[in-house]
């Protein structure tokens, strides 16, 4: 079934952003979230459990991981402006 949903520019950019440096489509990522909620692994009502673990460590996990790859890249890259230096520049 499609659907359409009105988003916040702001939100969907960085949605956009987070997606794409995972290579994961937005499509697979909203279902994922579906999925999760119906679950009962995310609660919409507590920002606290607003991760699947409810402690955030998988976000921490991913930023870690993300951080070592983008200096791995940085260092066979130099002098060359990546995307994650073009997302930093549009966001400022």
């Not at 979230?33 to 955030?56: I, M």
């Not at 991913?62 to 402006?81: S, Y």
């Amino acid at each position: 079934m499609k659907t359409t949903l009105e988003i916040p520019d702001a939100l969907y950019r960085r949605v956009k952003s987070r997606s794409s440096l995972e290579g994961r489509p937005i499509r697979s990522l909203t279902q994922r979230l579906y999925e999760l909620w119906l679950d009962g692994r995310v609660c919409l009502d507590d920002a606290e459990s607003g991760t699947p673990d409810g402690n955030g460590e998988w976000e921490r996990k991913w930023v870690r991981e993300t951080a070592a790859l983008a200096e791995k890249i940085g260092k066979k890259c130099d002098g060359t402006r990546l995307g994650r230096d073009l997302l930093k520049d549009d966001r400022r």
